[in-house]
Structure formats: C-alpha cells, structure tokens
C-alpha cells in the first residue's frame, strides 16, 4: 500500500452526514448565488482569521487580482513578491496591469527576504532596475507551505515607502506571527481554498479578508461586476463571487480546522524527529510563529533521483516548486532571464514535498520515512 501526497478521500468519509446535509439543504433553498450561505461564512471565516471583514471570491487567484485592484495597483504600477511561490501569485499582478518585481528568498524559510525587500524598492523608484516599468505600489508576501512570512520588518518597509501590503495567505489558513493571524496583517489577505488546501472546498473558492470597511466594500464591489444595487454598475468588475455550494461546505469544515492543523503539525513534528540529523534538510519552525504545515517540505541535493525513488515505492510525494517565478517561461520572455535570484533557484532545485493530511498514520508516516533512509542507505 502506497501512501498519497494527500487525501481527501479520508476527510470526506470523517464529515459525510454534516457535508450531505449542508449540500442538499442549498439544493433544496436553490440560492447558489450569495445569500446567508455566503454571508454566513464570511463572518465566520472573519472571527477565525481576526478581522473585521471577510468577502468570498471565486479563488485564490481571485482573491488577490480583486485585492490589488482595490488598493489601487494598476498599469503602470510594479508589485514586489516572492520569486519562490505558485505562479498565480505574479499572474494576479499581471492581470491587473502591473509588473510583477521578483525578490529572492530566505532559505531557512522560503520566504520573502525581507533584507533584499527595501533595496528592491529603492533601486526600482529610483528608476535603475529593468524588466519591465512602474514605480513599487504594493509588497505581495507569500506564507508559502503555512509558514508565515517575516512580516514585521516588510510591514516596516512598507509604511516608509508608503507601500500596500497584500498577503498570500493562501497556503496558510490559521497561521499567526507574533500573535497575529496570516490574512489580518497587511491591508489586505487573500485566501484560496482550493481542495487540497488545508480548508479545501469541493470546486474553486477564495476569499478576501482585512479591517479597512472601504477596501472591502470595494473588493464586495468588483466580486460582482462593479455593482452597487441590483441594475447599477458603478465601475467594470468581474463575475468573481463564492458560490453558495462550496459556502455551505467551507462552514461545516472551518469548526475542523484546528484539529486538523494540530494532526498536521503533529505529523510534521513526527518527519522532523525521524528525519533531523540524517542526509535531508528539514524543514525550520520559527519560535515566535505557528505553522499551518500545509506543506512538508524538506531538501537533498540528489532530489529528482529521490524523488524517483519515493515514487517507485508509492510515496507520493511532489515539488512545490520547480521552477522560480523569474524562470518560469512567461516571465523569461519579459526580461526575468538577465535576472538571477540564487536562492530561489536553488530551493527549486532541491526541494521536495512528502505526503501530509491530518489523516495520515503513525505507520504511513514511518514508511515514508523507511523509504528515505532507504534511498540513502542504498
Ligand atoms: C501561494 C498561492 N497563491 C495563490 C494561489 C491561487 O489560488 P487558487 O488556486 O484558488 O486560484 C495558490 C493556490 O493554488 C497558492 O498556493
């Protein structure tokens, strides 16, 4: 027997009578579109993440094309982000009309480097830094794998420059930094809840969540063509909202939340025990933060051939990600290849993801184990 990268099979036979009674009741009340379903999640999605507000979207990827449009980022404008995270974070920048400024990473976390942050901004407002125009308007940190990003000194950065900060929080439901929830630092936090993700709906979800009223009535605005009452448009939109279905499902799961994250940090405690001092790198916690541990993600430098190996033995495990954003051929083809962001590339390199889900067993998580030490023992 094998054990997958993720299973959601095993979450949904845990939750079957709650999810079937919350998908036939909107079957039954036929409002698929907004509605209390809607609107209760978004209050309860608000109290979990700490803020004042939350608004549903159609995705992750949503959720931050309608975040940077309502702070204001536009053509013209260049958005700082991290070189190392899943490619929609830039393209929601490019569909906006930004740029996207790639900044390389800290390797201990994988994160925004905060160090390489300000004399991005100050290089690219002084005009000397190529690959495309547009003076810095927003910093787009990424809580890649659950584990939040080092937002104080970013948040420092911003205020001096006078930047807006939107977070990618969408790998990090329930994570905090110092005390505070990932989605409720910057101006504003965007979220996906794509299935695999640790609060996965059933289809396509998103959400936007942050404390500024006039930010979130604008993002409640464009979710829905720009509309203001039923046959008033006041500006062009999109056709971007939380439909009620995976609503109804997101609110039976969010009271599940924490336990999963407890099982999922408790396998990743695991790995860690078994796996620290051998031939991989494992991966850091951060004291002052609590990890979602969407991703357990440790590095050798023989990867593709470890990958192989765990793959020939069932494991399924994956690469989060291969390629850097700035090598990634849409970016190549604007400039990006004159650019090198050395960490970044090496993380691509050498990364690798092992199977991680709150029902992961004892026994599975020694076979994964047994089949990396194999690997290094052959
Ligand atoms: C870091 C990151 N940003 C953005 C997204 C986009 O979310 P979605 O797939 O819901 O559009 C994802 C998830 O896929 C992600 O992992």
């Known amino acids: ?20 009674t919350a998908v036939q009741r909107v079957l039954t009340h036929t409002g698929f579109i907004l509605g209390d379903e809607v609107a209760n999640f978004e209050r ?4 979990y993440i700490g803020v004042r507000e939350a608004v549903g979207v159609a ?14 980022v536009g053509p013209g404008d260049a958005v700082v982000t991290s070189a190392y995270t899943f490619f929609a974070t830039a393209e929601a920048i490019q569909q906006v009309g930004a740029t996207p ?22 290089d690219r407002n002084r005009g000397s830094r190529s690959a495309g125009n547009g003076r810095v308007r927003a910093i787009v940190p990424v809580h890649l794998y659950g584990r939040p990003a080092d937002m104080d000194p ?13 977070e990618d929080a969408a ?60 046959h008033e448009h006041s500006e062009f939109g999109w056709g971007e909202r939380l439909d009620a279905l995976q609503a109804a499902v997101l609110l039976v799961k969010l009271p599940h939340l924490d336990a999963w994250t407890q099982a999922r940090s408790a396998h990743a405690r695991r790995y860690t025990e078994l796996l620290d001092g051998g031939a991989v790198v494992v991966p850091y916690d951060p004291p002052d933060s609590r990890h979602a541990h969407h991703l357990y993600v440790i590095r050798s430098q023989q990867r593709d ?55 992961l067993t004892d026994n599975q998580t020694l076979q994964v184990v047994e089949a990396v030490t194999e690997f290094y023992s052959s």
């Not at 051939?305 to 850097?324: E, S």
């Open 171 to 230: 790998q990090a439901h329930g994570a905090e930094y110092r005390g505070r929830r990932c989605g409720a630092m910057g101006h504003l936090g965007c979220f996906s809840f794509y299935p695999g993700k640790n609060l996965g709906a059933y289809g396509d979800a998103g959400m936007v969540t942050g404390n500024d009223d006039e930010l979130l009535e604008r993002v409640r605005r464009l979710r829905d063509h720009g509309r203001t009452s039923k």
């Open 101 to 122: 400024i790639f900044v390389d990473i800290d390797m201990a976390t994988y994160n925004l480097d905060p160090n390489c942050v300000e004399d991005v901004v100050i």
């Open 154 to 166: 970013l948040l420092d950065i911003a205020s001096r420059h006078e930047l807006m900060v939107i």
């Open 44 to 47: 309860a999605f608000a109290d």
């Open 1 to 20: 027997m094998g054990v997958p990268l993720v299973d959601l099979k095993a979450q949904y036979a845990l939750i079957k009578p709650e999810i079937d």
């Open 305 to 359: 051939d470890l990958l192989a190996h765990l793959r020939a033995r069932g494991i399924g495990a994956g690469v989060h990600y291969p390629i850097p954003l700035h090598r990634q051929p849409a970016m190549v083809r604007r400039g990006w290849n004159q650019f090198s962001l050395p960490t970044a590339e090496q993380a691509a390199a050498e990364v690798i993801s092992l199977p991680l889900y709150p029902e």
């Open 59 to 72: 995705s992750g990827t949503a959720a931050l094309r309608l975040a940077l449009q309502a702070c204001g």
